[in-house]
């Protein structure tokens, strides 16, 4: 059983940068291929980050790419989401989440863990 636990959310200003962090625990990290996901109020939650078992492949989606970058340590067992030139339609609750596999993917039901979220509020 893997625990995800996100952190470094916060409020910050339009133009700003913020970087998330995501410790996992319990299982062999670097097994897990790893992504980030937000959920916006009244959205459904979207793929925002993925990268693979060792970190060579990464994926971003189109709304944040050249913005947001994809990190992760598998000595330390964490993951990491770089926010840069932040914009209020950034405003969200971000997960963290693990599969099993060596690629992430964009769907959430192929994820088996979870963190609770951390909240990411970008004011105008």
């Known amino acids: 059983q893997v625990q995800l636990v996100e952190s470094g959310g916060g409020l910050v200003q339009a133009g700003g940068s913020l970087r998330l962090s995501c410790a996992a625990s319990?299982?062999?990290?670097?097994?897990?291929?790893m992504a980030w996901f937000r959920q916006a109020p009244g959205k459904e939650r979207e793929f925002v980050a993925g990268?693979?078992?060792?970190?060579?492949?990464?994926t971003i989606a189109d709304s944040v790419k050249a913005r947001f970058t994809i990190s992760r340590d598998n000595y330390k067992n964490t993951v990491y989401l770089q926010m840069n030139s932040l914009k209020p339609e950034d405003t969200a609750v971000y997960y963290c989440?693990?599969?099993?596999?060596?690629?992430?993917?964009?769907?959430?039901?192929?994820?088996?863990?979870w963190g609770q979220g951390t909240q990411v509020t970008v004011s105008s």
């Open positions: 319990g299982g062999t990290f670097s097994s897990y291929a």
């Open positions: 989440a693990a599969k099993s596999g060596i690629y992430p993917t964009t769907t959430t039901r192929h994820y088996d863990y």
């Open positions: 990268i693979s078992q060792s970190g060579s492949m990464r």
